[in-house]
């Protein structure tokens, strides 16, 4: 399975215009406006990297720089979002991440963990060395972490258990907390695909203003 790092910045997606003699003026000042820009990079599972959309532009990470750009903020979306993803495979791709510089780190992982019953001890202890690899690479930058919650079918005490993980990392970590990501969204037939996982292009959009109401402030204030 290849990993892959895509950036939402709408201006990678236009196609380019070649000329037999291009203005390498142009191209290395478009350079240098992108190496200035700071870096928010979305770490997760399909839900990050817009399993089953025909457009990944339309996953909330690329939506999420479209209301960046709105109001003018200095960032470039990275979406590091793998499908199939659970915390043991980030925990093991983290340093590779970690490779680049980044400014806001969204850690968004623990869902395929919960739908395949392991361990929530286990799935902490992943989360959390996820963020211990994040601050001992880049002390100065912010984690936000993604709350997950699972359906009831899988038992009362797991899916409490679960849910206050993510709130007990959060607030022993001290870092920013969503506290549900798919809030509004799971378990809405008409907003997710068939599988009744994965949310749907509305589904997206409302996951976007989920994340943007925690994101919003931090990333003014950065």
């Known amino acids: 399975m290849t990993t892959s790092i895509v950036s939402c910045n709408n201006n990678a997606s236009k196609k380019a215009e070649f000329s037999k003699e291009p203005d390498t003026t142009i191209a290395t000042s478009q350079e240098e406006a992108s190496k200035s820009k700071k870096t928010l990079l979305f770490f997760g599972d399909s839900i990050t990297a817009g399993y089953g959309l025909d457009d990944t532009n339309d996953a909330y990470p690329a939506l999420i720089q479209q209301k960046v750009d709105s109001l003018d903020l200095d960032y470039e979306v990275v979406n590091s979002g793998l499908s199939g993803e659970t915390s043991a495979g980030g925990r093991s791709r983290i340093d590779w991440i970690l490779n680049q510089p980044i400014d806001v780190f969204v850690l968004e ?11 929530v ?7 959390q060395a996820i963020i ?8 100065s930058t912010t984690i936000v972490l993604a709350g997950m919650q699972l359906p009831p079918n899988f038992g009362e005490v797991y899916t409490s258990n679960f849910k206050n993980m993510f709130l007990e990392l959060a ?3 001290d870092i920013s907390l969503i506290p549900f990501i798919l809030k509004d969204v799971g378990g809405i037939k008409a907003l997710n695909q068939s599988d009744g996982i994965h949310p ?3 589904g997206h959009e409302i996951v976007a203003e989920t994340v943007w109401d925690t994101l919003e402030g931090l990333l003014i204030k950065k």
């Open 109 to 119: 992982l623990g869902a395929n963990d919960g739908l395949r019953g392991v361990a």
């Open 121 to 127: 001890e286990e799935t902490r202890k992943n989360l």
């Open 132 to 139: 211990d690899a994040v601050r001992a690479k880049s002390p």
């Open 171 to 173: 607030t022993s970590n």
């Open 200 to 202: 749907t292009e509305e």
